[in-house]
């Protein structure tokens, strides 16, 4: 059987299998955990009753094929959610995705040929660096802080590596896996180097909905509204719930249409009678009270994590401090510098604490010493017990 598939194109190719044997572990676990590893809502936070209501409605009748474009119904929908955004948009830029993972698979397949390069944040969304190393990519990552992708290294990164990148894959608000934010001014700049490269700066924007403090940071397509090098991949797998698999794509036409033509190919169109489920919640108008009833809830649960993290290890790490999303990023230092998250994940698990170890956010594996913590899914009583585990077992793990 394995004669039969091609190899993979990267040994980091199957970076996705770290994520996934830290689930298949997690899933394993009889006792107690509490899970700071997945990014997903917890589904006590899911409009479950909302959507039992919209779906019992919009799918009667809905069981034929649909439009490769998405339905109409949902498509004018996601026009209105951009105006009241701040970020209007046009029907012929807009394709409805299966989960925000085909978008970037259609950014990454329509853009690269094999060997091509892309420049990721580092560290970044595991699926996303997975995606351009399927196609074949060189990816390389650029360094961030807390104001995201530190644009000024990259000229000196291209430089370095000879050629020009083919895409930049960013997630510049409340980053997977950090929680930071890229500056508006870096935004521009980021713009200005992908124009000056012909690159195409994919977008990726899963999270920006979910602001719990400061001020709204303009998203790249916001910032050079219609520019042809900007491919804005959107969800509702964070905002609504992950298992519909419904997202979108805001591209230039010309490249919609080439989108359109390649979703034929791999799965014809979103399934139908979902896009009318989440038409039809839109449509009631469910998406606005639902996130302003959670992000409340997710800034009490991040400065709980950060409360609880500053008590009990005091400064044996560093954490970002994200004002939106789901995760933040911690890095062990001081009596605890150079702790491998990786070794530290079992002791951590039977603990009873799961998170994800850093090297699985690189392509290069490094960054062992830091990982990443969702805040989105516990209560602040289960992350101040978390945090405590953590503590114990990394307290073992670095003394064994
Ligand atoms: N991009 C980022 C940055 C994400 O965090 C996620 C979900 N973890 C996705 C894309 C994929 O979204 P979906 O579940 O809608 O495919």
Redesign the pocket.
């Known amino acids: 059987m394995t004669r039969l598939l091609a190899p993979p194109r990267s040994d980091r190719e199957l970076v996705g299998s770290l994520i996934d044997s830290s689930t298949a572990l997690l899933a394993a676990q009889t006792h107690d955990v509490v899970r700071f590893a997945m990014?997903?809502p917890s589904e006590d936070l899911m409009p479950i009753a909302e959507l039992d209501e919209a779906f019992a409605t919009a799918r009667r009748g809905r069981y034929d094929y649909g439009d490769s474009a998405g339905e109409p119904r949902l498509r004018e929908q996601i026009l209105r959610l951009a105006a009241e955004a701040g970020a209007p948009t046009r029907d012929e830029r807009v394709l409805v995705t299966?989960?925000?993972?085909?978008?970037?698979d259609l950014a990454f397949k329509l853009c690269l040929d094999p060997g091509d390069l892309v420049i990721v944040e580092a560290p970044?969304?595991t699926?996303?660096h997975a995606t351009a190393l399927s196609y074949g990519a060189e990816v390389l990552g650029a360094p961030t802080d807390a104001d995201g992708l530190v644009v000024d290294a990259l000229p000196g990164l291209v430089e370095r590596a000879g050629r020009l990148p083919r895409a930049i894959y960013t997630?510049p608000t409340f980053?997977?896996p950090t929680g930071v934010t890229m500056s508006r001014e870096r935004r521009v700049r980021l713009l200005e180097l992908a124009e000056r490269w012909g690159a195409l700066v994919i977008e990726?924007d899963?999270?920006g909905m979910l602001r719990f403090d400061g001020d709204p940071a303009p998203s790249l397509a916001q910032i050079a509204p219609d520019h042809p090098l900007v491919f804005q991949?959107r969800?509702?797998?964070?905002t609504i719930a992950?298992g519909l698999?419904?997202?979108w794509i805001d591209v230039d036409p010309e490249l919609r249409e080439r989108a359109v033509a390649a979703k034929q190919a791999m799965d014809t169109c979103t399934g139908v009678p979902v896009q009318h489920g989440v038409a039809a919640f839109l449509e009631a108008g469910r998406l606005r009270p639902h996130v302003d009833r959670l992000l409340p809830l997710y800034r009490e649960r991040k400065d709980a994590m950060r409360r609880e993290l500053d008590r009990v290890f005091g400064d044996r790490v560093v954490a970002t401090d994200p004002e939106g999303g789901?995760f933040l990023w911690l890095t062990f230092t001081g009596e605890l510098g150079g702790l491998d998250t990786e070794a530290l994940f079992p002791d951590a698990l039977a603990e009873g604490v799961a998170y994800i170890p850093g090297p699985a956010f690189t392509v290069d594996g490094s960054m062992r010493d830091a990982l990443r913590l969702c805040f989105a899914t516990s209560s602040p009583e289960r992350i101040a017990e978390g945090v405590e585990r953590l503590a114990r077992a990394a307290e073992r793990t670095a003394g064994g």
């Open positions: 990014g997903a299966t989960g925000g993972m085909q978008g970037l970044t969304y699926n996303g997630i980053q997977n990726d899963p999270y991949v969800t509702f797998s964070k992950p698999r419904v997202g789901f």
